[in-house]
């Protein structure tokens, strides 16, 4: 009777649903929508390319969400960082490198006096990240009210730089055969997502956040600093809004005030379709590279059906997330039985 | 004479108002599972409290073998490096991780978790105990019984010498009760000290070699579990001799038996919260009790009746109708008030106004869209602050501002404006003045002699005795009799508790 059937966790069966679904709605959208582009591999790409900051950004959010915190901070965030790299840029003579450091500080103070604020002071992390998300807007509009763009030679040079994909490509209507590029963004993308999946996976720090957001009382009684806990999982979403802020500089080029408006909405969103629980304790980072593939793509059908009314993305989104918010209420059901 | 392995003396230990340990002694050797008894307020969980460092101690000494100083625990991460662990009723481990790893996280400062060594060092505790679970399987996959043991076994793991379960046994079935026990049987062969804390008897006689009983924080004595019979055992726990009770019975006011109607009857009623199937029947104008130790399942009872725990069997009838009784509100409707025994959480509304309290249940019955004018319910209020002389400033105080007895006649007075056939309270007297008390009783008497049907639970049993005219009577979540008119006494009610029929 009390020998059971092994189940998989519930951060194993989340996962396997997003991933599911995205190979899904990607091979319907190459089957129904082939013509309007969505057989072409560079589509594919395309994906990642537009998407390379999101998946960072939201990589941060997933790793605060599972220790049972949010952050929506990263949004003003990223526009102080594009604002002010780009002043930097333009009038002091930084260079990328210099340009990458002043957006890792800028990202990391965010995150630790965020993170000492709810995990030390114990203050709501949803108002103090809502202030955070002010505080970031208010600093942009301080230093440069109109939009700007990067006139800087050498960042636009690097910026625009492609990695030429060997072997893979499409042909286009004169027959020429044109070889699939991809932005060196998308390559720090695809390590952050490595390293953090390594991290949450393998290391004591990685397990932690995951016993806090289960349940941060046993947690103490396990013999884990719970503050600490809480305060490196904000430093490190920190760390992650300084690199994905500074990957949306290098695709974008440009800052403004109204900049990425919403961005934390879509990471956090991302990060619920790749299977992170709002309540903590449940998540996977391959998870969220694919919540963000999926709104991605579910985004680009939406505009290739024709519609141009901007709703329609929209309700789209929104019924996905409400298809995966009723999931896991099932399972947290399922748990508490 | 072996060495002790641990020794508490002289434990002192007061809060503010309250004297929560005097003078405790307590002692523990190695492979012996000791249990500790007491009813509520006896000091049980303070003890515990103290030994695992969550309370300072006011006085007294604690020794441990192989330590030749008396310990200072600070803290339960100081208690542990003592080895003494605990596992607390609620499960204090992560349910969203694995087994393994609630076996082992939080024990190192090193950088990398080897998931490979922690699943087979894993897999090699938890088969060398017997408990089957798989060390990759999330934990919350498991039953709360296997949940339990891997909390032991992360005790054991990490080498402790005293155990401490806390009602380890209050949420689990039989089967699974077996299975800890064989876990503790272990243990026990392997030298481990246990501090059994349970409300069971009968666990209690199962497993244990002492018991020590506190009462009223001061320790009545340390026994043999084999010298102390069961009637002995719950005089002791109740602070009462045997034999040379005074009976303070007052005789039942219900005596015309042919117009007795039936309000409510339940037939083989069980709850989610444990209690097992129990008929029961209230009548008119009669005050009946449900009397045992504490966690015998008195307040689940009454609880089930009321819709507050999910009735899993059975069936409830008022006045011979069958209902479907799935929510408080529901029960309300029906003619069924109740007073909880927590009335800090599931009772008063501190910072609403007296008035406010009082309307609340018949607001609530009526519908929150169809409110009462301020003159309808401040008439209701000013009604019931002079029938029950709740002693307040005005009816727009705070409820918190007042004493806890007054308090108390607030939630007596929402009940009592529902006019309900049926009345359950459930330690209406806990924490009040014996003033207050009497006058509780006697409103309690007043209303069945009005017509009114009332269930009185209390942890004294002078209380029961005085105000009730039939006693169901329960140990470990069965009903084990009733006792009605002259059988009512404080003897016969230890020997029915116990489980020993005295009458030859």
Sequence with gaps: ?337 | MQEPLLTMKNIYKSFPGVRALQNVNFTLYEGEIHALMGENGAGKSTLIKVLTGVYPMDGGEIYIKGENRPVHIKSPQDAHKHGISTVYQEITLCPNLTVAENLFIGRNDELLVDWKKNNSRAEGILEELGIPAKPTQQLSNCSIAVQQMVAIARAVDMDCKVLILDEPTSSLDDQEVTKLFLLMRELKSRGVGIIFVTHFLEQMYAICDKITVLRGGELVGEYKVMDLPRVELVAKMMGKELGDLADIHNKAQTDNENTKEVIIETVGLASNSGVKPFDFKAYKGEVTGFAGLLGSGRSECVRAIFGADKVTKGKIKIKGNEVNITSPLKAMKKGIGYLPEDRGRDGIIGDLSVRENIVLALQAMRGFFRPFTKAQAQAFADEYISLLNIKTASADTPVKSLSGGNQQKVILARWLLTHPDYLILDEPTRGIDIGTKVEIQKLVLRLASEGMSVTFISAEIEEMLRTCSRLIVMRDLFVVGELEGDDMTQDKIMYTIAGVNKSE
């Design chain 1, 1 to 337: 009777m009390l020998k059971r059937k092994e189940s998989p966790t519930d951060t194993a069966f989340l996962l396997t649903i997003t991933i599911s679904l995205f190979i899904v709605i990607y091979i319907l959208s190459i089957i129904f929508l082939g013509d309007k582009g969505f057989s072409k591999i560079q589509m594919f790409f395309n994906l990642f390319n537009e998407n390379a900051a999101l998946i960072v950004i939201a990589c941060g959010l997933s790793i605060v969400m599972i220790t049972g915190s949010i952050d929506i901070s990263v949004g003003g965030s990223t526009a102080l960082i594009c604002t002010s790299c780009i002043v930097c840029l333009n009038n002091y003579g930084f260079n990328f490198f210099t340009a990458l450091i002043l957006a890792l500080v800028i990202g990391l103070t965010f995150g630790a006096v965020q993170g000492f604020m709810i995990a030390y002071l114990e203050m709501q992390p949803f108002i103090v990240t809502l202030a955070g998300m002010f505080l970031g807007r208010g600093l942009v509009a301080l230093i440069e009210v109109n939009q700007i763009q990067v006139d800087n030679p050498s960042f636009e040079l690097l910026s625009g730089a492609r990695i030429q994909i060997p072997f893979l490509g499409d042909i286009n209507k004169r027959g020429v055969f044109i070889q699939s590029k991809l932005e060196y963004g998308v390559v720090i993308a695809i390590i952050v997502v490595c390293v953090m999946f390594w991290l949450l996976r393998k290391t004591n720090l990685g397990r932690s956040f995951y016993a806090v957001g289960g349940n941060s009382q046993s947690a103490l009684m396990l013999g884990i600093n719970v503050k600490k806990t809480r305060f490196n999982a904000h430093l490190l979403c920190g760390l992650l809004a300084g690199i994905g802020g500074f990957l949306y500089l290098f695709h974008t080029r440009s800052g403004s005030v109204q900049q990425a408006t919403g961005l934390e909405m879509d990471a956090i969103s991302a990060s619920i379709i790749g299977g992170t629980l709002l309540t903590g304790g449940v998540g996977n980072i391959f998870g969220t590279l694919f919540g963000v593939l999926t709104s991605g793509i579910v985004l680009l059908i939406v505009t290739a059906i024709g519609s141009q009314d901007p709703w329609w993305p929209q309700i789209t989104r929104a019924a996905m997330l409400c298809f995966f918010i009723v999931l896991q209420s099932i399972i947290c059901s399922r748990k508490r039985k």
